[in-house]
């Protein structure tokens, strides 16, 4: 085998080194392997295999892309920093995500060492560069990067002419990268900070690559890439997958806001989102992962209190690009992308204003059927149910009977298994079991049961708020003003009933006070601190 030895050069601005590598990519190198699993894709890799071990002694990135020749590793190295105008890849036509050329600069602060080995298909020359990294972060003016030289090593082998690949090799790792796979200190909870270091390196990378989803998902199709052929990405033989949107879609739509194209879908599971880094919605470049997920600035506004139950993602058209900054986390401040943000955060304030309803609608029927009554409404449990009823059918939902077969199942199993009101919110659908169940009203009262009526009377014509007509029923007045409060209706309406109670078994005002502090103390054990 025949090998050569030529020594090369990086032509690229010491600024544009320092704020590609050191200042945007020093705190995540997840982010640093995002960008050489981008390079792989756009040249036309299958699949990247990223090999770590627990010490950080044996790190290697290997793709089975076209690889790089000798004089396209020189051309690599000559044009960083210089915007390219090659839009698709040379085999698979895919959408290059690559805009500048500068992504494998990202890796230069992990490591001491960047090893790159090279070979493409048809030829018989493997190239080897050894890249001294450590020394394009010294601190010194009056070293200039462009004088760094480093060996690259080409051997000739007629055995390897079917074979291409790049092969990356991180030789001896920095403080950034011990630091990144350190455990963080932090106290806040549901986020990956507690996770493992390695565990949240792969979740990172979940978040971001350009990969599918798991083979089985709907969103492979939901959310599909139009691009010839993917790529896949194994983290020590793991498959990586993309994480999954949540399971319930309230929004999956197109839009043009001037020449970008938009593909946005928002989901819920109506329960909290954890950890809190998968709540929001992601924005997509070609596929990529870009930035962190953002909420489009409604954590501002008033009145989303379950904000953290959204996410989804957002895949922009590929001509977005030129409003992408160098390190490619965020978008640049310029109108059109803040006029994309304002049509994006209307879209998201709709579906936030969805679930605010749904979910209120659904906790007030459970209160309402429940006998621990939270909800602030002094009105009939009939009414309070159709007036939630008919907020979730305003939202989309269908109200059916239950079949009587069902009922007859419901009854034969026992009904305090079922609930009257099942609500599916996945189908938007809200089926009746028993109506009969909140038909009639009781109040327990001093371990006393009363059927209960809710009435509007005059209080000018009739002060009393609460009257008991026999033993066992009483009439309410839902027009009388403490009843109206909405924090404190029902505490008002259960004071009124303990007064009217005390009243009625008593003889003597005397008797009546000496009661009502008992009954007081008895029904309001609950206040005791």
Same mark, same amino acid.
């Given at each position: ?107 230069? !602060? ?99 690559? !350009? ?33 999954? !949107? ?173 609930? !009257? ?109």
């Amino acid at each position: 085998m025949k090998t050569e030895q030529h020594i090369e050069y990086l032509k690229v601005d010491k600024k544009i080194i320092s704020l590609l590598s050191k200042s945007t990519y020093i705190k995540n190198f997840a982010n640093a392997i995002r960008e050489m699993v981008s390079n792989a894709y756009d040249a036309d890799a299958l699949s990247v295999k990223i090999s770590i071990d627990k010490n950080l002694k044996r790190i290697i990135i290997e793709d089975d892309g076209n690889g790089m020749s000798h004089e396209e590793f020189k051309y690599f190295c000559t044009i960083a920093g210089q915007k390219r105008d090659i839009n698709f890849s040379r085999k698979f036509k895919r959408r290059r995500i690559g805009q500048f050329g500068i992504g494998f600069l990202s890796i230069f !602060p992990f490591c001491e060492i960047l090893e790159i080995i090279s070979t493409v298909e048809n030829s018989n020359e493997v190239l080897k560069a050894t890249i001294p990294t450590n020394q394009y972060f010294i601190d010194d003016d009056a070293i200039d990067i462009q004088d760094i030289g480093f060996p690259v090593e080409i051997t000739y082998n007629d055995s390897i002419k079917t074979q291409h690949y790049t092969l990356l090799r991180l030789i001896n790792p920095t403080y950034y990268l011990k630091q990144y796979f350190s455990k963080e200190d932090t106290k806040k909870r549901a986020t990956i900070r507690n996770y493992d270091p390695f565990d949240k390196f792969e979740w990172e990378l979940e978040e971001d690559l !350009p990969i599918s989803y798991k083979p089985d998902s709907k969103f492979n199709n939901i959310l599909k890439y139009e691009e010839p052929i993917g790529i896949k990405v194994f983290l020590n033989k793991k498959p990586v997958y993309r994480h999954e !949107p949540c399971s319930n879609i309230l929004l999956n739509v197109a839009g043009k806001v001037e020449d970008i194209n938009y593909k946005i879908l928002i989901s819920t599971n109506y329960v909290s989102i954890h950890p809190l880094e998968l709540r929001g919605i992601k924005l997509r470049i070609n596929n990529v992962g870009i930035g962190e997920r953002t909420d489009f600035g409604l954590k501002r506004d008033r009145g989303f209190s379950r904000l953290h139950w959204l996410n989804g993602e957002i895949m922009l058209s590929s001509n977005i690009k030129k409003f992408l900054s160098i390190n490619r986390d965020s978008l640049l401040n310029e109108s059109t992308i803040k006029d994309l943000y304002e049509a994006v955060s209307i879209l998201l304030r709709q579906q936030a204003n969805l679930i605010e309803t749904i979910a209120e609608a659904e906790k007030g029927i459970e209160n309402a059927l429940s006998s621990y009554k939270t909800v602030s409404d002094v009105k009939s449990k009939k009414d309070i149910i159709e007036s939630k009823l008919t907020k979730l059918k305003e939202k989309g939902f269908k109200i059916k009977e239950a079949s009587d077969s069902f009922k007859k199942i419901v009854k034969e199993s026992g009904e305090d298994i079922f609930p !009257p009101i099942i609500i599916d919110k996945s189908k938007k659908t809200i089926t009746i079991i028993n109506s009969e169940h909140f038909e009639n009203d009781e109040e327990i009262i001093l371990e006393r049961k009363f059927n209960v009526v809710y009435k509007k009377w005059d209080i000018k014509k009739n002060k009393a708020p609460v009257i008991l007509t026999n033993d066992n029923k009483i009439e309410i007045n839902e027009d009388y003003p403490l009843f109206k409060s909405r924090q404190y209706g029902n505490l008002f309406k259960k004071i009124h009933l303990l007064l009217l109670i005390s009243k009625t078994s008593s003889k003597t005002s005397e008797d009546m006070y000496s009661k009502i502090i008992n009954n007081f103390l008895n029904e309001f054990e609950d206040y005791k601190t």
